[in-house]
């Protein structure tokens, strides 16, 4: 009767092991999973004990993983110890029944035992913790932190002493240990989650769209924002308010550098509005200089914040572009700079103006060669290869070296590109089309 009163006993006592193990490894897992502002925005909804449990746990995250190590430690190697022999003395009676020799079933019952308590230790002190945790890490570290905590305190001594020799030992390599998870990301880090979140249908399609261009917006330049200079409507010093309505009524725009003789010597801004400030019988005489206000520019190598920043300061929200020689490169707007974000922006004023990516089946476009790679990559998914360009047109350009004609053609990694349209020396429009798989060989041809 004793000896099955122990067995039960040390059975017991093997549980009460296992579920320690199991509480140790689903306080390491729940707390490694929770981001600080959600067990901060926790606290300030709940704001319970368990909650506030919970963060403090979390800013003491170094401690409390070397606590969870320790427990996970102790109580597997105490089970190991206590559990093997009991098991095996379960099991030699059986294997005796059967027939086999003692030695033959002492051998048998320590392996069956050995094997019995680690599956036991993995499945329901290890595994099951940890798919619980990663699954629902709030509740779980909700849980169990409390009691985390108190035996991390029992054990601070042991804690400490290992704790401080692995952080001695990580900052001979030249690291400084933390005592919390980074909770910030990168942009890229940030768009890589936008866009799996997008995948798997948790976010719609065109929120994660805005997200990714706000995310992306930083890593642009000027010179991506900007029009260019080839595109650019002006006006020129001794022009009068009447020409600046007739530019204003063909083109659809509103603000016009106005300059000395080209674009490299811009006098300033004049918008549209200020000509109905001027009387109608003064029109055709006053000349549009008299209308200009000052107009600021900016490097073509000047990021979208600091620009953007640059552009709601400037009353006209219009910047010149300055290449690296100093001469004009283009112009962008507080319009351009918001279309990077969300994408074409038109009012009843706009003219209507031919998209610059027009499907024209499954795998063909029609696009702009003004279309930068990424640009290019999201409306159709050719990713443009590595060159010293801009543009597609720009990769035209690179490969072809000499001005195109239309019905030039570029073959590259499947694709094929076909100029369709020229504005004198600039490639217009072209043609995309998705090429066979086996059609990867790189040729320039007329």
């Known amino acids: 009767m004793i000896d099955v009163l122990l067995a039960v006993a040390g059975l017991l006592f093997i549980a009460v092991l296992t579920t320690g193990t199991g509480l140790a490894v689903a306080a390491e897992f729940s707390l490694t999973s929770l981001e600080r502002s959600t067990v901060d925005s926790h606290v300030r909804t709940v704001g319970d004990k368990r909650a506030r449990a919970v963060q403090r746990a979390h800013r003491t995250l170094s401690f409390q993983l070397s606590g969870a190590q320790v427990a996970i430690t102790l109580t597997t190697l105490i089970t190991g110890y206590v559990a093997e022999p009991l098991i095996g003395d379960l099991i030699q009676p059986v294997m005796t029944v059967l027939g086999m020799p003692l030695g033959v079933a002492e051998g048998i019952s320590l392996a069956l035992a050995i094997l019995l308590a680690t599956a036991l230790s993995m499945v329901f002190g290890e595994m099951v913790p940890k798919n619980l945790a990663i699954a629902r890490p709030l509740p779980t570290a909700r849980a169990v932190s409390g009691y985390h905590s108190r035996f991390s305190q029992v054990f601070k001594w042991l804690i400490d002493a290992m704790n401080n020799s692995a952080n001695w030992v990580v900052r001979r390599l030249g690291i400084e240990p933390q005592e919390e998870l980074r909770s910030a990301r ?27 261009r706000s995310l992306r917006f930083g890593d642009r330049t000027a010179e991506e924002l ?15 308010v009447v020409d600046l309505l007739d530019l204003a009524r063909r083109t659809g725009f509103s603000r016009f550098p106005v300059h000395g003789g080209d ?19 003064r029109r055709e005489t006053a000349r549009v200089e008299t209308l200009t206000r000052p107009v600021p520019t900016v490097p073509a190598t000047l990021d979208g914040d600091a620009l ?44 209507l103006e031919i998209a610059a990516v027009r499907r024209l089946g499954d795998d063909s476009w029609l696009i702009s060669g003004l279309l930068r790679p990424d640009e290019l990559a999201e409306a159709t998914g050719f990713a443009m290869p590595e060159g ?25 990694g499947g694709w094929r590109l076909t100029v369709m349209r020229m504005d004198k020396h600039r490639i ?17 041809n007329r």
């Open 308 to 351: 953007l920043n640059r552009l709601r300061g400037s009353g006209l929200q219009l910047a010149v572009v300055v290449d690296e020689y100093g001469g004009t490169a283009g112009i962008v707007s507080l319009e351009d700079v918001v279309e990077e974000i969300i994408g074409d922006v038109r009012d009843e004023h706009d003219r």
């Open 388 to 412: 010293d360009y801009e543009t597609v047109a720009g990769l035209l350009l690179w490969r072809l070296g000499r001005i195109p004609t239309v019905g030039d053609q570029l073959d590259t």
């Open 186 to 212: 990168s942009p890229d880090e940030l768009g890589s989650i936008v866009r799996s979140s997008a995948a798997h249908g948790t976010l719609d399609e065109s929120t994660a769209r805005l997200m990714d």
């Open 226 to 240: 900007m029009t260019p200079r080839v595109k650019v409507a002006s006006l020129q010093v001794g022009e009068t």
């Open 428 to 444: 217009a429009e072209l043609r995309l089309n998705k090429q066979p798989a086996h059609a990867d060989a790189t040729e320039a």
């Open 263 to 281: 674009l490299d010597d811009v006098q300033g801004v004049v918008h549209v509005k200020q000509a109905f400030g001027i009387p109608a019988e």
